[in-house]
């Protein structure tokens, strides 16, 4: 019997592992990261997997992954590069407190483990980057424990499965309550791989294939005809605004200023175009440019900048002068050397693109406002954040 059944409709049969793995024996996916059904899977390519794939999809990750096991094969290799390539090489997935934990893990695994990862999820977790999920996928897929690893993709197809109604997140406990009572002694590796491929492939967000399905006639949700409104999902609040204004300093050779971003924090150790600090309020241009990197004759880019992060949307206004500063000089033609996350890269393309002619003086006013304070709610929920919170 299911735990949390009060919460749950139930269908008329209850769902084996053996129907899933029989036919994640026919349908398995082949990921790059995926060792071959009888061979034993790397845990270095199973952990580096997982950390990539932490809010990004397959499609995104496979080309980083390949490049990542290309240039250091195994977590010593990693544990020896420099955070600088790292992040370099992360530039464009995001979320790049994963690439510092990456660097922060491999050498942790050198240095406690004698580079091999654990195999206990419980030491698992110990490690930087490692949280409860990561920890049971390591350890289900590398070693074949038998540990309840529940991504985005297993949640939907237990919250299906059972019908649970409670929207998510609250539903998480119940719904790793009862993936748990499915996960089998044996083959723990397979059974977490094909939770995550049916959820993939079949029991999809929109339009699940259940006539496809091994466990359609277990499926409390198809038997009620339910499934495409499961699972509940609790109102997201919106995100708020942010503002602030980044300096676009040109030295006469046409080189930038670029500047490193503390190791801690929003994307702690990037390389970024020096900025205000991001705030609630808009900023007037006085006091901007007190925050500007260099004495230039600022002028004030048309248009803004708009970046999405987890927990905030941030709306950048650009400003340009010439002049010299301490910092890291860069040609244009080669800012993609640097580790600029992808909100500086928007930076940069939007002052290119609008320097020169267009650049429009500064107003001497003492009120003049920088940012524009609101546009459409609408448009700003739609949009997809892609950095990190
Ligand atoms: S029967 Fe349909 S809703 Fe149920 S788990 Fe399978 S694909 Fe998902």
Redesign the pocket.
Known sequence: MPPFSSAILSASQAPESTALLAWYDRHRRVLPWRSLPGVRPDPYRVWLSEIMLQQTTVATVDPYFERFVARWPNIAALAAASLDEILQLWQGLGYYARARNLHACARAVVERHGGALPQDPAALRALPGIGEYTAAAIAAIAFDQPAAALDGNGE??IA??YAVRIPLPAAKPQLKALIASLVPQRRAGDFVQALMD??AT???PRR???V?????AC????AAGV?EE?PVQSAKPERPSRYGVAFWLTRPDGAVLLRRRPEKGLLGGMTEIPSTPWRAEPWIIQEAVRNAPAAAEWSMLPGLVRHGFTHFVLELAIMTGRGVADGIWSRIDRLDEHALPTLMKKVARHAITAVGPRATPAPDGQTAVVLPRRRSRGGLARRTADGEG
């Open positions: 939907r197809v299906r499965l049916l959820g079949i029991c999809t699940p294939r259940c496809l399905c091994p466990w359609r499926c409390a949700a198809a499934a499961l």
